[in-house]
């Protein structure tokens, strides 16, 4: 079973559509992430989170939005899609209380299509 | 700003060569060290990290990679690659201080039969 889910898997829509990427994890961690991969950057955080009421801003959080609804869900938003935000999306997870050995674990991934 | 660079872009190699891919960061601080993989159409995985202690790494499948602290870097090795390590590496740094993990732009490894 794994551990952290993405849903969608893949996923086509047009310009200036909403859009809501959803993460789920059973791992019982604090800290979940938000990123985007995009070739030949790697991957760039978007947003994170370190419990349910403390969101972040990574370093290109412009065009999205999230919302921790639990520990285990946090989703990500395209209020507006655009077509650079054509990209693959993963989500992460940490667990604080791990001191010294904060590794993240990383879902399947979402590809994303904008056209 | 904390960067990590990996100097090597696209590898090719044929099977039982032996590879060594570089990182380096810029971040003087404690830090976790981290070389993820990512294998064609599938999620990262980890394959190996470093915390505190032997700066000599093992991980999975045959990797290592060595910290030395004075270059800042954390290179990957594996003495003789197969196919099957056909994928894509990243390397990658969490400060203590930010506690933000920053990815090198990854390197594409190829390995012909």
């Known amino acids: 079973d794994a551990d952290v889910t993405q849903t969608p898997r893949n996923r086509i829509t047009k310009t200036g559509k909403r859009i809501m990427l959803e993460c789920s994890q059973t791992?019982?961690?604090?800290?979940m992430y938000w990123y985007r991969q995009d070739p030949g950057l790697g991957l760039r955080l978007i947003y994170y989170?370190?419990?349910?009421?403390?969101?972040n801003k990574g370093e290109i959080s412009d065009g999205y939005s999230v919302s921790r609804q639990a520990q285990a869900k946090f989703s990500l938003s395209l209020e507006s899609a655009i077509p650079n935000q054509t990209a693959l999306y993963f989500c992460?997870?940490?667990?604080?209380?791990?001191?010294?050995?904060?590794?993240?674990?990383f879902g399947p991934g979402t590809r994303l299509t904008v056209l | 700003a904390q960067s990590v660079s990996q100097h090597n872009h696209h590898v090719i190699l044929s099977e039982a060569a032996s590879l060594e891919l570089g990182c380096n960061y810029s971040?003087?601080?404690?830090?976790?060290l981290f070389w993820y993989v990512q294998y064609p159409g599938q999620h990262l995985q980890l394959l190996l990290k470093?915390?505190?202690?032997?700066?000599l790494v093992k991980g999975i499948k045959g990797f290592e990679a060595e910290f030395i602290k004075s270059k800042f870097s954390f290179n990957l090795r594996k003495p003789s690659v197969q196919w099957s390590d056909t994928a894509e590496y990243f390397c990658?740094?969490?400060?203590?201080?930010?506690?933000?993990?920053?990815f090198g732009t990854g390197t594409r490894l190829q390995v012909f039969p």
């Open positions: 992460a997870t940490s667990d604080s209380s791990r001191s010294g050995n904060n590794e993240q674990f």
């Open positions: 791992k019982g961690h604090d800290r």
């Open positions: 989170s370190f419990d349910v009421k403390d969101i």
């Open positions: 971040y003087g601080g404690t830090v976790n």
């Open positions: 470093y915390f505190s202690g032997d700066p």
């Open positions: 990658a740094v969490l400060s203590y201080n930010t506690d933000k993990l920053i």
